[in-house]
T-cell receptor
Framework: GQSLEQPSEVTAVEGAIVQINCTYQ??????LSWYQQHDGGAPTFLSY????GLEETGRFSSFLSRSDSYGYLLLQELQMKDSASYFC?????????????FGQGTELSVKP | NAGVMQNPRHLVRRRGQEARLRCSPM?????VYWYRQLPEEGLKFMVY????????ESGMPKERFSAEFPKEGPSILRIQQVVRGDSAAYFC?????????????FGQGTRLTVV
């Protein structure tokens, strides 16, 4: 089967750093994406890794290790508005880029 | 440039009725994907369409569900004879290409409630 595992919830305080891990088992792998979803609204793209290593975009960074089938999303200088659900998602093949296999999501709560 | 537009935002249907969900992709996008999300869960892929073609419907239930993306007009996800278990949020996404590194842009979703 195809599965992505991520923690169901994480709590942190404003200004802190939090890491959300994702491990995956899929029949194919092309890349790992991260999406943010506020209150069941439209998922919003955050980052994408196809190669091993760290990708940095402002306060958000994402890491991938293909040999370990593992990635994480790092959020720095947390703000209250970062409270949301975060999903990792795998693109299993090159020619179906928008066909994603999603994890169950991590509910991030940022406290004052 | 408007984003992905879905309507209606909320839809209530009685058991046995039909539900039609519409999705207009972003301008210039010809690849459309439909996903279903149950409460507290991730999105589950249903179907991938390009104009007038179904590319991958491996996530679609075999019965009662169908999708189309005509040459003109929005993509339609159609659910016939709805049951309570169909209650969920249905999201549409579009992308400019089919490449594995393409970014998928999601709409606000249609929340279907079957009573």
């Amino acid at each position: 089967g195809q599965s992505l595992e991520q923690p169901s919830e994480v709590t942190a305080v404003e200004g802190a750093i939090v890491q959300i891990n994702c491990t995956y088992q899929t029949s194919g792998f092309y890349g790992l994406s991260w999406y943010q979803q506020h209150d069941g609204g439209a998922p919003t793209f955050l980052s994408y890794n196809a190669l091993d290593g760290l990708e940095e975009t402002g306060r958000f960074s994402s890491f991938l290790s293909r040999s370990d089938s593992y990635g994480y999303l790092l959020l720095q200088e947390l703000q209250m508005k970062d409270s949301a659900s975060y999903f990792c998602a795998v693109s299993a093949s090159y020619n179906q880029g928008g066909k994603l296999i999603f994890g169950q999501g991590t509910e991030l709560s940022v406290k004052p | 440039n408007a984003g992905v537009m879905q309507n209606p935002r909320h839809l209530v249907r009685r058991r046995g009725q039909e539900a039609r969900l519409r999705c207009s992709p972003m301008k210039g996008h010809s690849h459309v994907y439909w996903y279903r999300q149950l409460p507290e869960e991730g999105l589950k892929f249903m179907v991938y369409l390009q104009k007038e073609n179904i590319i991958d419907e491996s996530g679609m239930p075999k019965e009662r569900f169908s999708a189309e993306f005509p040459k003109e007009g929005p993509s339609i996800l159609r659910i016939q004879q709805v049951v309570r278990g169909d209650s969920a949020a249905y999201f549409c996404a579009s992308s400019p290409s089919q490449g594995g590194d393409t970014e998928a842009f999601f709409g606000q979703g249609t929340r279907l409630t079957v009573v």
